[in-house]
């Protein structure tokens, strides 16, 4: 943690942790007619460890397409970055471990490049930051805890090198359509012209296949979820007893995503100390906690076109399950 210290830039301090943000976000959320919690907040310490659990499971395959697609194509990815220097920028990196892919072949090409990776969750940029260092000791990181708007609205203002941006793991599909196009413009505007951006979207398939993903056998999808309470009552001194509340996960074909919830087993009412006030709950009432949007490649194309992108490729696993897109900036 002392070198993940000096490496990583807070741009919001706790943003998550001292209340306010989440506090507020909790308060809106669970006082909506359609209860949800913003799925950005499951990703504590814990959370994201547990994340990193879920990419292992046998039954979660995006991770496991990607990292074949990023395997066979690293070179190939290398080659549009050519001599000049770049900022490598992961958005929502995680613990990076397919990054770390890219890392190796840019550094062996001798391709000259600072590494910046952006997440909400400190804990994991300070993991990828001490993963890193033994392999990677020459290596320029500045880690940014700060949600993607803000690392955007940063990049936006240190942008003078060209951008190599990463959007991988489907993080993407978190947005809805809508949400997905604001952002992707957003970010296409605080880029330069002729930036590039490789963006991993999860595609539709057969819905057993999606649906088995987010119901592991293990229990891992359902603790992850329940992790947002866990957090309501450690940091907000909620009185969830999580033992009432059963995550549930399935496919909407009309809307094209795996929708994710937490069903309250009983009707009860819970108090939550830092909000002051207590929220009702019916029997059966779903809290929503991620939506997981899947897409047709017509779709992805579409998207690039809509936010100021045009395609320079697709690349895709061996199953054509998963596509890693490279979109440059218009
Ligand atoms: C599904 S994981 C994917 C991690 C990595 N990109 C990968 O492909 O393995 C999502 C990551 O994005 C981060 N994240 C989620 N919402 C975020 C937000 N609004 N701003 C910044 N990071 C976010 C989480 O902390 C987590 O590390």
């Not at 012209?193 to 296949?209: A, N, R």
Request: glycine letters at 6%; hydrophobic letters at 35%.
């Amino acid at each position: 943690v002392r070198l993940a210290e000096s490496k990583i830039e807070i741009i919001e301090p706790k943003q998550c942790r001292d209340g306010d943000n989440f506090a507020r976000a909790v308060e809106r959320g669970l006082s909506a007619e359609n209860k949800s919690l913003p799925c950005k907040y499951i990703y504590d310490e814990r959370g994201s460890c547990l994340f990193s659990e879920i990419m292992n499971l046998p039954e979660y395959y995006p991770t496991r397409c990607e990292k074949e697609i990023l395997t066979r194509y690293r070179s190939c990815l290398s080659d549009y970055l050519g001599d000049e220097p770049f900022h490598l920028v992961d958005l929502g990196a995680g613990d990076g471990r397919k990054t770390k892919l890219l890392l190796r072949q840019f550094t062996n090409d001798g391709r000259k490049f600072s590494f910046v990776p952006i997440d909400i969750s400190q804990s994991s940029l300070e993991c990828m930051a001490n993963d890193l260092e033994p392999e990677f000791c020459d290596l320029k990181l500045k880690g940014l805890v700060a949600d993607y708007f803000k690392g955007l609205e940063y990049l936006s203002h240190n942008n003078r090198e060209r951008n190599f941006v990463l959007f991988l793991g489907s993080n993407i599909g978190n947005f809805n359509r809508e949400e997905s196009r604001e952002f992707l413009t957003g970010l296409r505007n605080s880029l330069n012209d002729g930036d590039l951006l490789l963006i991993g979207f999860d595609l539709k398939k057969k819905t057993s296949v999606m649906v088995e993903a987010y119901n592991d056998s293990a229990g891992i999808s359902a603790q992850f979820n329940l992790n947002l309470l866990n957090r309501i009552n450690g940091e907000l001194g909620g009185e969830f007893d999580l033992d009432t509340f059963k995550y549930y996960s399935n496919y909407e074909a009309r809307q094209g995503a795996i929708v994710s919830c937490l069903l309250s087993t009983r009707k009860q009412t819970v108090f939550i100390d830092a909000l002051d006030r207590e929220f009702d709950f019916g029997k059966w009432e779903p809290i929503h906690t991620e939506s997981s949007y899947k897409f047709g490649i017509e779709q992805v194309h579409r998207l690039a076109r809509d936010c100021g992108f045009e395609i320079e490729d697709d690349f895709f696993d061996s199953r054509r399950w998963f596509v890693d897109s490279l979109w440059r900036a218009r």
